[in-house]
């Protein structure tokens, strides 16, 4: 079947595969924590950005409603990966092997934060869409760069904020939860913003090689994939 037929081109199964990629291994990152220049934050901040950057791209070349499906299809991939690793983590271990202990330190799942990463992620990455799809419209399609990241700012702002909120509110002070939001909010927006020219440059080549350029005037913005 070629790809005319299915309506799926090889260029936009890999950038879904990039997306998919990234969510899921920044989850799986986002234990180990970082510091550097007093800053911290996990390890997962340094992938998760990306899936953004490629969240902008299919919502720029494609559309909402593609962008749409790309995130539920992400958010049940990850359902299906952090399913995998809790049912490794619960069956009963091999007399000899001696690794349970740092398995669950690393890749158990506190049941408060899988619900706020999965939560901050679906608003997260819903806003960031649905801003730019509007944005595009609004602008006639020019000034790439402020849809990029003025899509970010909001997408990413949502996403910190509700994490954090979700995840720490009650055990840390308020002081330190405004400064975790700020802290994670800034870092992921300026790295939207530093990557502006490599989305340009995807972008470009897309819609070339595609010849598609959506504009989402009549799109149904339902964020549930059932949405026209």
Not at 124 to 144: D, I, Y
Not at 197 to 224: H, M
Request: charged content about 15%; glycine content about 10%; hydrophobic content about 50%.
């Amino acid at each position: 079947m070629s790809e005319a037929s299915t309506g799926y081109s090889h260029r936009y199964v890999i950038i879904v595969a990039i997306f998919v990629t990234c969510l899921i291994v920044a989850n799986i990152t986002a234990v180990k924590l970082i510091g550097v220049f007093g800053l911290v934050f996990d390890a997962g901040t340094i992938i998760f950005p990306i899936s953004y950057i490629f969240g902008d791209v299919l919502t720029e070349v494609y559309g909402f409603r593609r962008a749409r499906q790309v995130i539920w299809l992400g958010f049940l991939c990850n359902l299906l990966a952090v399913g995998a690793i809790s049912l490794g983590g619960v069956l009963p271990s091999a007399s000899f092997w001696e690794g349970q202990a740092a398995y669950e330190q690393i890749l158990g799942y506190a049941p408060r934060l899988l619900a706020a990463s999965f939560a901050a992620y679906l608003i997260g990455e819903l806003a960031n869409s649905f801003v730019l799809a509007r944005m595009k419209v609004a602008t006639e399609g020019r000034w790439l760069w402020s849809r990029t990241i003025g899509s970010t700012v909001v997408g990413q702002g949502f996403d910190s904020l509700v994490f954090v909120l979700i995840a720490f509110t009650g055990t840390i002070p308020t002081s330190a939860l405004v400064s975790v939001i700020l802290t994670q909010w800034i870092l992921k927006s300026a790295y939207e913003a530093l990557a502006t020219p490599f989305t340009y440059l995807v972008v470009g080549r897309l819609k070339r090689a595609e010849g598609v350029d959506v504009y989402d005037r009549d799109t149904s913005f339902n964020p549930l994939p059932t949405g026209r």
